[in-house]
């Protein structure tokens, strides 16, 4: 396995403009989250999956965005109507559950500049 | 909700010895993580307290106190490779979500 995969690795993309990020993880690890991160910040959280059923999505995140796992596996971010303040780094982590410490295996990332 | 409360930038000297604390307030707790994150890459795992007391992986150590919602991660030996950001992380009440703080830039003087 090589790991978690993220595409594409840079997207510039106008105001307005829709754009989506897919995310492939380890293949064995049923979680699978995703992470904005701006400079100098930690990482936010956004939304996570077990399988293909998303758990959690953060109340920060508008409507603008989803994300979907269809068949437990890869995952994609879609932003509709995007906006300069989304631009950002989104990062992909998986996990395995029932593994005590949960460790997050993330993904290189998704750099977005909108302008 | 959740929050976590780290130092923004601490410098240490190569060969050295330095603490990154972090104080959290989590609604339920399962556990205390630490990431390490160069410029330009993922962050990394480097380290998980489940329960109070210290734990060791080489040159890292992490210690965690339940009772103060405080933890630490201890360096030691420093390198110039060490020079990173540091992020502590929660295991919220739902025991996966994780929540991070803003982390704590490392700096390293030879």
């Known amino acids: 396995d090589t790991g978690v995969s993220q595409n594409p690795r840079h997207k510039i993309t106008k105001r307005g403009q829709n754009v989506t990020f897919r995310c492939d993880p380890i293949s064995e690890h049923n979680r699978l989250y995703w992470y904005r991160q701006t400079l100098g910040q930690g990482p936010e959280f956004l939304t996570y999956f077990q399988n293909e059923a998303q758990l959690e999505k953060s109340r920060l995140l508008s409507d603008r965005f989803s994300a979907e796992r269809p068949k437990g596996s890869f995952s994609t971010l879609e932003i509709q109507r995007t906006e300069q303040g989304d631009s950002a780094m989104y990062l992909c982590a998986s996990s395995l559950a029932d593994s005590g410490a949960n460790v997050l295996t993330f993904g290189a990332g998704s750099r977005l500049t909108v302008l | 909700g959740q929050s976590l409360e780290q130092p923004s930038e601490v410098t240490a000297v190569e060969g050295a010895i330095v603490q990154i604390n972090c104080t959290y307030q989590t609604s339920g707790f399962y556990g205390l993580s630490w990431y390490q994150q160069h410029d330009g890459g993922a962050p990394t795992f480097l380290s998980y307290?489940?329960?109070?007391g210290l734990e060791e992986t080489g040159r890292f150590s992490s210690f965690l106190s339940r009772s103060d919602s405080y933890g630490y991660l201890l360096l030691q030996e420093l390198q110039m490779k060490d020079s990173a950001s540091y992020f502590c992380a929660v295991r919220d009440h739902s025991a996966s979500k994780i929540i991070f703080g803003s982390g704590t830039r490392l700096s390293i003087r030879p």
């Open positions: 307290n489940a329960l109070d």
